[in-house]
């Protein structure tokens, strides 16, 4: 059964750092293209990031570019999300997700954790 | 970027009735489209990909359509557990994803 589990979130002031990170199982995931979505309270989805299988390749949204650095560790089946110079708007619930390995829909999510920026 | 516009925000259906949701991209994105269903503290579940292929496990109620620009996602005879928010999603652009702003589809 595949699995992505978030932790890392809580509440941190403006300008503050966090990091994220998103334990899979149940695939390979070595072989996974991985993706971070977020959702604001009350408010749609919208991609953050994404990183290719073997960590050479990396996108970001505009809002975040400059301030969120998508990684992974393979050895220990983990990606993370480190996301620096922290804003108020940034506050949402950040998913993992898998992409699936033959087209680019991402076809599995983790259950969020929730990040707040607040003084 | 390309642009998810999902109409309308709201959809009004009872039980039992066809609910018709769309999608326009504002370039064309091909089949490169999925559609994902989300209930209240639940993360985002894949219903559709490739414009019209149901995910493993979806019922033949869901059904989607469209290429290019222009997508619709069908349920045919709403179930009570199919009240939820809707978004569809680009993935034409590996480099930049995009989802649209979401059908509330809410009981009649």
């Known amino acids: 059964e595949v699995q992505l589990v978030e932790s890392g979130g809580g509440l941190v002031q403006p300008g503050g750092s966090l990091r994220l990170s998103c334990a899979a199982s149940?695939?390979?995931?070595?072989?996974?293209?991985m993706h971070w979505v977020r959702q604001a309270p009350g408010k749609g989805l919208v991609w953050v990031s994404r990183?290719?299988?073997?960590?050479?390749?990396?996108s970001y949204a505009d809002s975040v570019k400059g301030r969120f650095t998508i990684s992974r560790d393979n050895a220990k089946n983990t990606l993370y999300l480190q996301m620096n110079s922290l804003r108020a708007e940034d506050t949402a619930v950040y998913y993992c997700?898998?992409?699936?390995?033959?087209?680019?829909?991402?076809?599995?999510w983790g259950q969020g954790t929730l990040v707040t920026v607040s003084s | 970027e390309i642009v998810m516009t999902q109409s309308p925000a709201t959809l009004s259906v009872s039980p039992g009735e066809r609910a018709t949701l769309s999608c326009r991209a504002s370039q064309s994105v091909s089949s490169n489209l999925a559609w994902y269903q989300q209930k209240p503290g639940q993360a985002p579940r894949l219903l559709i990909y490739?414009?019209?292929t149901r995910a493993t496990g979806i019922p033949a109620r869901f059904s989607g359509s469209g290429s290019g620009t222009e997508f619709t996602l069908t349920i045919s005879s709403l179930q009570s557990e199919d009240f939820a928010v809707y978004y569809c999603?680009?993935?034409?652009?590996?480099?930049?994803?995009?989802f649209g702003q979401g059908t509330k589809l809410e009981i009649k």
């Open positions: 149940g695939f390979t995931f070595s072989s996974y293209w």
């Open positions: 999603q680009q993935y034409n652009n590996w480099l930049l994803y995009t």
């Open positions: 990183i290719n299988s073997d960590g050479s390749s990396t």
């Open positions: 490739g414009a019209s």
């Open positions: 997700a898998r992409q699936n390995i033959n087209y680019g829909e991402v076809d599995y």
